[in-house]
């Protein structure tokens, strides 16, 4: 039982590098969901995709970019990172919006940025 | 402005005693609510949910109450477990027309000791 798997689970990049976070889920779900994680605070949405072919923004998605060519996947890139991004990021999944159609989220991916 | 609050941060229970994690919303237009449990080194895992219609759902020994008209919900935990211990994360749901979001509370981290 895989259902959403985050690659890679560590990395640390040097101010200004780029890296994209690969997140693969294969419980066929239409939405899918790109989220950090801070000290101290909750997890907030960056982007989030509706479905293969579409992306949103979320609550913070300066910095980062998405992309959904297929419906499994969902890449979350850094095109400059900064040392502000070194978090950790959860990718997440559902069948669709109700509340009884719960978010399944990965194990995380520890980003630092130095 | 953090619209759902956790504002215990731990909370330390006896084995086989009721835990009590409280959770405080602000935003009216919250239609469902979500309670995560996290352990370390891994993504939150869906407990146990509530619409907005009504006050109460009980799942086994896990029972979420919801006081709307305080803006208050809780997550009774009966009887504590040592593996209850982890974080929980309150989470509101919100649909915005294209898509619904959760808002995270910041957790609690429960510890039920032997």
């Known amino acids: 039982n895989a259902g959403v798997t985050q690659t890679p689970k560590f990395r640390v990049l040097k101010t200004g590098q780029s890296m994209t976070l690969l997140c693969a889920q294969d419980m066929n779900h239409e939405y899918m969901y790109w989220y950090r994680q801070d000290p101290g605070m909750g997890l907030r949405l960056i982007h989030y995709s509706v479905g293969e072919g579409t992306t949103a923004k979320g609550e913070v998605p300066d910095g980062y970019n998405v992309s959904r060519l297929k419906k499994q996947n969902f890449l979350l890139g850094l095109e400059s990172a900064a040392p502000s991004q070194t978090s950790v990021y959860f990718c997440?999944?559902?069948?669709?919006?109700?509340?009884?159609?719960?978010?399944?989220f990965g194990d995380g991916t520890r980003l630092s940025i130095l | 402005d953090q619209q759902v609050k956790q504002n215990s941060p731990s909370l330390s229970v006896q084995e086989g005693r009721i835990s009590i994690l409280n959770c405080d919303y602000t935003?009216?237009?919250?239609?469902?609510f979500l309670w995560y449990k996290k352990y370390p080194a891994e993504g939150p895992t869906f407990l146990i949910s509530?619409?907005?219609?009504?006050d109460k759902n009980e799942d086994g020994r896990f029972t979420v109450f919801l006081n709307k008209s305080a803006k208050h919900l809780s997550l009774h935990i009966v009887p504590s477990q040592p593996g209850d211990s982890a974080v929980y994360f309150c989470?509101?749901?919100?649909?915005?027309?294209?898509?619904?979001?959760?808002?995270f509370g910041t957790g609690t981290r429960l510890q039920v000791t032997l």
């Open positions: 509530i619409s907005s219609i009504k």
């Open positions: 997440a999944s559902s069948r669709g919006q109700g509340g009884n159609q719960p978010q399944h």
């Open positions: 935003n009216s237009m919250f239609d469902y």
């Open positions: 989470a509101a749901k919100r649909n915005t027309g294209t898509a619904s979001k959760l808002t």
